[in-house]
Structure formats: structure tokens, C-alpha cells
Nanobody, 125 residues
């Protein structure tokens, strides 16, 4: 059974940084795209960033480009999201997800089969 466990969320002041981690278990995901989404209160869940399998190509939403960095450690079956220069509008529950090998529609929720439980990120202004 696949499990994704996010950690690293919390409360931070605007301009600060946080690093989210997502540890996967139950299967090796080195060839799978992995992504981060977020959902603010009253809003739809939105794409944040994704990283492809072994090649490691990365993709970002325009709203986080230049501030967030996604990376992965395939030996640990873990994906990370380094978030710098945080803004109040980054406040949301952040979810990691696992996609399908060869599927490049990585900004769409429907492209992901497994999801974590989410971790809260709150940025105070």
C-alpha cells in the first residue's frame, strides 16, 4: 500500500523560508513524476511544482517561480519543496502527489494517483 507523508509545514513570517518533505513508502517512485499542490481556504487545489522521474526536469507555477525549488532524493523515495521569500498568499495546505511514468500533464490534479494528507503552511504578514 502506498503512503505519502508530508512534513515541514508551520508558521513563518513573510520573507521567511520553509522546506517541505514528502516521504513515500510502499513502492519505489524513482521513475514517477512527483508534484506539490496547495489549497487555500475557499479555493481550488492548485499546482505548485513538479519534478519528473530519473531525468529530474522541473516545472513551476508562475506564482512561485524563482522562489520555490522542488527536488528529489530517489534513494530515500522523498521529494522536497524549498520555499523562500514566502508571502501571505502562499498560506495553504500543501499536498504532495505521485503521478504516472511518461505522463507529462503534471500541472493537472487528474494526472496524479497518490496523495499525501497535507501539511499546513501559514505565512504571517
Amino acid at each position: 500500500q502506498v503512503h505519502l507523508i508530508e512534513s515541514g509545514g508551520g508558521l513563518v513570517q513573510a520573507g521567511g523560508s520553509l522546506r517541505l518533505s514528502c516521504a513515500a513508502s510502499g513502492r519505489t517512485f524513482s521513475s514517477y513524476p512527483m508534484g506539490w499542490f496547495r489549497q487555500a481556504p475557499g479555493k481550488e487545489r492548485e499546482f505548485v511544482a513538479a519534478i519528473m522521474g530519473s531525468g529530474g526536469s522541473t516545472y513551476y507555477a508562475d506564482s512561485v517561480k524563482g522562489r520555490f525549488t522542488i527536488s528529489r532524493d530517489n534513494a530515500k523515495n522523498t521529494v522536497y519543496l524549498q520555499m523562500n521569500s514566502l508571502k501571505a498568499e502562499d498560506t495553504a495546505v500543501y499536498y504532495c502527489a505521485v503521478g504516472r511514468p511518461g505522463d507529462w500533464s503534471i500541472s493537472y490534479r487528474g494526472a496524479y494517483d497518490y496523495w499525501g494528507q497535507g501539511t499546513q503552511v501559514t505565512v504571517s504578514s
